[in-house]
C-alpha cells in the first residue's frame, strides 16, 4: 500500500496556517508556502500593514524566501501553494521565476490574473485551482466582515 502523505490538500493546509496568521496581524488573509521535492522551502504572508509595503504580499514574499533558500532566481522545480488567486504584480513575479506548477485556492474575480486576456504566467507554468477554495474564501469574507463592523 503507498500512501502519499504530502498531497496538494496538505500543503494548501499549510498554506492556510499562513493566511491565519496574516488574519491575526489584521493583514488580508493570504497565505503561501513554495515546495521543492515534497519539502517546505520558504513560507509567508501579507504583511503590507506591517511593512508598509503594496508589495508585501504573501507570494512575492514567498518568492524572495524560496530564492535565497536554492541560490538562484529560478523556482521552475518549485510549486507555490497560495490561498487566493495571485493579482497581477504577482502572477509577474512568477513569470520571472519561471514557476514549475502554480496551486491556489480561491478565485479572486476582483484582481486575479486571470481576469486578463493573456495569460502571464510563464508558459511552462502548470496552474491547478479550487483547492481548498471554500476554506480559502472563508478566511478572506470573514476579514472583509470585521472590517465593515468597524
Known amino acids: 500500500m503507498n ?5 496538494p490538500d496538505y500543503f494548501m493546509r499549510e498554506a492556510l496556517k499562513e493566511a491565519r496568521i496574516a488574519l491575526d496581524a ?3 488573509p493570504v497565505g503561501a508556502v513554495v515546495v521543492a521535492g515534497n519539502k517546505i522551502i520558504a513560507k509567508a504572508h501579507n504583511q503590507t500593514e506591517m ?3 503594496a508589495t508585501a504580499h504573501a507570494e512575492m514574499l514567498a518568492i524572495t524566501s524560496a530564492a535565497n533558500y536554492l541560490g538562484s532566481k529560478y523556482l521552475n522545480e518549485c510549486t507555490l501553494y497560495v490561498t487566493l488567486e495571485p ?3 504577482c502572477a509577474g513575479a512568477l513569470h520571472w521565476t519561471q514557476l514549475q506548477k502554480l496551486v491556489f485556492g480561491a478565485e479572486d474575480k476582483q484582481r486575479g490574473y486571470s481576469l486578463l486576456e493573456k495569460n502571464i504566467l510563464h508558459p511552462k507554468t502548470e496552474v491547478v485551482r479550487n483547492v481548498q477554495a471554500t476554506a ?3 478566511l478572506i469574507d470573514d476579514f472583509f466582515r470585521r472590517l465593515r463592523g468597524r
Open 51 to 53: 511593512l508598509t509595503d
Open 136 to 138: 480559502s474564501k472563508e
Open 3 to 7: 500512501i502519499e502523505l504530502y498531497t
Open 87 to 89: 493579482c497581477v504584480m
Open 26 to 28: 489584521g493583514e488580508v
